[in-house]
């Protein structure tokens, strides 16, 4: 399959909480339509409806498309269906290893409707990025970002991040 130049340029666009990974890698780039006339649209799906990195990533597709010779940029949101962790590529999720970051499991499936609440502790197996060892642990369930939580293999002693699921 041939993509066009609009496709690669969107494609290459870097994350810029997740830098080692490029939209396309995320999952979030839904599709780049070349409209004729210098003119492009692109959609995207944020990682949740809050993302303060959105006007980033909007702003950067922009300047990467119009440095390649697009005149006119449109950037839509697509909010449905919602983004989740299973949309991150395997690319993506070696990418995300390979600099010390646990890419997530597969995300919890859940039915429409109400989200149950949970009043216990959640147990989850993750493995260590940098020694491969499951003896971690949750330190926090927040890190640098909203979709990170922070980590430390018992084994090597590191600290690491992770993707959560969503």
Known sequence: MVTGLAQRVAEAVPDPELPM???????????????????????IT??????????????????????????EVEIRTALSP?????WI???GR?????AGIAPPGA???RRSGPVPLTLGPVRRRVSCPRCGSAETEEVSGFGATACKALWRCRACAEPFERVKEI
């Open 21 to 43: 990974l490029t939209l396309a890698d995320l999952g979030i780039l839904r599709g780049v339509e070349e409209a004729g006339a210098g003119r492009v649209v692109v959609t």
């Open 82 to 86: 919602a983004w989740t962790s299973d």
């Open 46 to 71: 944020p990682t949740y409806s809050g993302c303060p990195a959105i006007g980033a990533i909007r702003a950067d597709l922009s300047a990467r498309l119009r440095e390649a010779g697009y005149d």
């Open 89 to 91: 590529s395997e690319t």
């Open 94 to 98: 070696r990418k995300l290893s390979a």
């Open 107 to 109: 995300a919890p499936v």
